[in-house]
């Protein structure tokens, strides 16, 4: 199993990046898929699930709601995480996770075993 990010770098504040997390080693499809991200010197934070087979169903964090969009493109085994309006404060390390997290509560912080896959990360910094 293996997810590899891509797409991240330098934008200024209301900018806009496109992530993209390309997965191998599994049945794609099969899989709900989850962006996590951690801020420089804090945890990590759930920022968006998108459900397995037609990615229909998406949630988000409430700080990233209408900003950003996560979509899944089985055929290419990968999933994506649209941002927009970016904000200093989105600034730090986005990881792509296989799998849903236990609870979609506003206290939920993420753990290394909650998902049975993570990538690499892709650095964001927002920053003018």
């Known amino acids: 199993v293996q997810l590899v990010e891509s797409g991240g770098g330098l934008v200024q504040p209301g900018g806009s990046l496109r992530l993209s997390c390309l997965a191998s080693g599994f049945t794609f499809e099969d899989y709900a898929m989850t962006w996590v991200r951690q801020a420089p010197g804090k945890g990590l934070e759930w920022v968006s699930t998108?459900?397995?087979?037609?990615?229909?169903?998406?949630l988000y964090a409430e700080s990233m709601e209408g900003r950003f969009t996560v979509s899944r493109d089985n055929a290419k085994n990968t999933v994506y995480l649209q941002m927009n309006s970016l904000k200093p404060e989105d600034t730090g390390v986005y990881y792509c996770?296989?799998?849903?997290?236990?609870?979609?509560?506003?206290?939920?912080?993420?753990?290394?075993?909650?998902?049975?896959?993570w990538g690499q990360g892709t650095q964001v910094t927002v920053s003018s």
């Open positions: 998108i459900n397995w087979k037609t990615g229909s169903s998406t």
């Open positions: 996770a296989r799998g849903a997290p236990p609870n979609y509560r506003g206290t939920y912080v993420p753990r290394s075993v909650d998902f049975a896959a």
